[in-house]
């Protein structure tokens, strides 16, 4: 900060300097104002700086506005061409009568910080106190890392609730698969008891007639004997 702060002293003095010897004589007295120190969101469109001036003993002509950037490398002349259109990085603005001007930086990025300038000239007036500048405005683009946390961690929320529902959701399928193999097992137990049964009753019933069909043969080979013998004495009495 003590850096910038000297380099910034030494940059007004060079400018005051360079326009201390376009000038000569020594009434008129001009005086620059401007703010210390400027701080917006990278993602703000447009930042104003305001230069406010005044001048005593001086005569009665427009004055001219000149800007300065001192940045992270040499310094810059803006607006040479008079930056009067919205559509460019720079726009000036100038309410003379007010004793107003300001520098507007369009579509803000975190390179336009730096140490802006304002200068006023009297461009006729031959005299050094007719040239002076402001002392600067320190502007400082942030990035919003409050909206970047924030982000975060709506996305770790969401990843940590993705997950748990996946888990459930795993967990759930595989009860409801071993519910069914469970119930498929019980069915095929049921299905082979049943078949098991019906085997037992099929074996009982073939049983059954089995001595039935010969104890039906027997007596029918005891009626044919008997029969026979009945025969035998009736002939052979």
């Known amino acids: 900060m003590e850096t910038v702060k000297r380099g910034k002293t030494i940059l007004g003095l060079e ?22 120190y400027l701080e917006v969101d990278h993602t703000q469109e447009a930042i104003t700086i305001q230069c406010s001036y005044s001048h005593v003993g001086c005569p009665a002509e427009q004055p001219r506005s000149l800007w300065f ?46 140490i802006y300038i304002c200068g006023i000239v009297l461009p006729f007036s031959k005299e050094p106190g007719a040239k002076r500048t402001g002392e600067g405005t320190m502007l400082v683009v942030r990035e919003m890392k409050g909206l970047h946390s924030l982000l975060i961690a709506v996305l770790s929320l969401l990843s940590i609730y993705m997950t748990v529902v996946l888990g459930i959701f795993v967990v759930l399928s595989k009860s409801k698969s071993n519910s069914l193999r469970n119930k498929e097992t019980e069915d095929s137990q049921k299905k082979k008891s049943a078949w098991h049964i019906f085997q037992e009753i099929a074996q009982e019933l073939y049983n059954k007639r089995r001595v039935e069909t010969r104890q039906q043969s027997i007596k029918c080979k005891i009626s044919q004997r008997r029969n026979a013998d009945i025969k035998h004495i009736y002939l052979f009495g």
Do not use: M, W
Not at 22 to 27: I, Y
Not at 69 to 95: I, M
């Open 15 to 36: 400018i005051n300097l360079i326009l201390f010897y376009v000038g000569a004589a020594r009434a008129c007295i001009v005086s620059v104002s401007q703010p210390q």
């Open 69 to 114: 950037r001192y940045g992270a490398h040499q310094p810059e002349n803006l607006c040479l061409d008079g930056c009067t259109s919205d559509a460019g990085k720079f726009t000036v603005k100038e309410a003379l009568t007010q004793n107003q001007v300001s520098l507007t930086v369009n579509r803000v990025t975190l390179n336009d910080s730096a």
